[in-house]
């Protein structure tokens, strides 16, 4: 049996993710659009998350220099009381929901997020944040279906859900054939002493 080569870099974001209750709340209201386009390529529910700050792809050995720093950060937080609604597009390719309750407190945790990055000398596209859930991407050759589904989850209003961990997350995206998948390096509950 061959040795499996460790990949020496890894694709790496900060994130919130609802909780489950609420993440089926919103699968329960895309029903009617996993059936009528069946050709998007849609998100697994279990990797919906709100991205705080994509740091793309690091060496591995950087990773563990955010954890302590973030665990931190956590520690001192409340959990955020968010809820998705609605729906829109991207560029008529990216299917999102909405997020919308303490959005004061998002963008104040998105900051202190990207500010422990930057103390750990770590360099990353420092975009406006544009709080959302992506479902599904289109495929190259369609431009309508995802314009179409934004709108049929238009009066989509789920309930208010806290935000009750921070997670540090790698994505296998570029690193074979088959469908994104997200997996947590760690996660740490707001509020919580760090350990």
Same mark, same amino acid.
């Given at each position: 049996?061959?040795?499996?080569?460790?990949?020496?870099?890894?694709?790496?974001?900060?994130?919130?993710?609802?909780?489950?209750?609420?993440?089926?709340?919103?699968?329960? *209201?895309? #029903?009617?659009?996993?059936? &009528?386009?069946?050709?998007?390529?849609?998100? /697994?529910?279990?990797?919906? @998350?709100? =991205? $705080?700050?994509?740091?793309?792809?690091?060496?591995?050995?950087?990773?563990?220099?955010?954890?302590?720093?973030?665990?931190?950060?956590?520690?001192?937080?409340?959990?955020?009381?968010?809820?998705?609604?609605?729906?829109?597009?991207?560029?008529?390719?990216?299917?999102?929901?909405?997020?919308?309750?303490?959005?004061?407190?998002?963008?104040?945790?998105?900051? *202190?997020? #990207?500010?422990?990055?930057? &103390?750990?000398?770590?360099?990353?596209?420092? /975009?406006?944040?544009?709080? @959302?859930? =992506? $479902?599904?991407?289109?495929?190259?050759?369609?431009?309508?279906?995802?314009?179409?589904?934004?709108?049929?989850?238009?009066?989509?209003?789920?309930?208010?859900?806290?935000?009750?961990?921070?997670?540090?997350?790698?994505?296998?995206?570029?690193?074979?054939?088959?469908?994104?998948?997200?997996?947590?390096?760690?996660?740490?509950?707001?509020?919580?002493?760090?350990?």
């Amino acid at each position: 049996m061959k040795d499996q080569i460790q990949p020496s870099t890894v694709r790496v974001f900060i994130a919130l993710a609802p909780p489950d209750d609420a993440k089926e709340e919103l699968a329960r *209201e895309l #029903r009617p659009a996993y059936a &009528a386009y069946p050709r998007l390529r849609w998100n /697994r529910i279990e990797d919906w @998350h709100i =991205t $705080l700050a994509f740091l793309g792809e690091l060496p591995v050995a950087t990773v563990p220099l955010l954890q302590q720093p973030l665990a931190d950060l956590a520690a001192v937080n409340e959990p955020l009381r968010l809820a998705l609604r609605g729906g829109g597009h991207f560029d008529e390719r990216v299917l999102w929901s909405g997020v919308e309750g303490n959005l004061e407190g998002l963008h104040l945790l998105t900051k *202190e997020v #990207r500010d422990v990055v930057r &103390a750990c000398g770590i360099a990353f596209e420092d /975009r406006p944040l544009r709080p @959302h859930l =992506t $479902l599904a991407r289109s495929r190259r050759d369609d431009t309508s279906s995802v314009v179409e589904a934004a709108a049929g989850l238009a009066a989509f209003t789920g309930r208010p859900w806290p935000a009750e961990r921070l997670h540090l997350v790698a994505s296998n995206i570029g690193r074979g054939p088959g469908p994104i998948h997200y997996r947590d390096i760690e996660a740490w509950r707001f509020g919580a002493e760090p350990s």
